[in-house]
């Protein structure tokens, strides 16, 4: 490994503990609220935290916000994160409708994901036609991906940014779905399997598939 590739590495690594920490101590504190916690509130904690982690390593010419992207006459679902440049359609503090030629990427951010997310839930009698390995392949994750691809232009990539990943599977089984359901991810933690947490007193890897350190390098390069 070179220098370089060592210290965007140790980087990636540094940056998903700050990263778990800080969604976890917010979320803790929100536990607090006498109405408990709200999906909705939690998935903006790990949106905004999302964010500002993106901005870090973005040039400063480049916008990053929710949204939807405008492509021949349609609009695309909803997405999390949107990087764009230049002057959008409609703007808001925090919203923003883009042209997909001004789109340089989109996020899904996800604060958990598990086995059910990934490769689908056990299917059913009548799914038994599009069934992989006894399940429904066509996730939220999966559907939303195919939706907003269709948004996309060219190599603009859809990356799925989760903070943590939980499947008994084997890890080639899961990066190797999370291939099919997104163009580039970044798994902050992934929860290792009880029955392997013999040399893993923690409980979980950070910076799986070095995917962290791999999205910053992205960042940092992008035109």
Known sequence: MSKLNEFFSNLGMAKCRELYEKYNTLLNFYGLSE???SKSVSGRIAEAIAKDFIREFLEAKFKVKSGLIYDKGKLSPQIDVI???GIPLL???????VENKNVKGVFEIKGWIAENDIFGRIATAGESTIAVKGRNPQT???????KVK?????ETPYVLFTFSLSSASP???VIGRLKQISDMYAIIS????RNQRKNIPEGRIYNFDDSLSKLI?????LK
């Open 190 to 193: 992934r929860v290792v399997p």
């Open 83 to 85: 990087i764009y440049e």
């Open 91 to 97: 703007e808001y503090t925090d919203i923003a409708i």
């Open 171 to 173: 890890d080639v089984d």
């Open 35 to 37: 109405e408990g916690r």
């Open 217 to 221: 390098k992205w960042l940092r390069n």
């Open 150 to 154: 269709k948004f996309l232009s060219g």
């Open 140 to 146: 939220g994750l999966f559907e939303h991906y195919d």
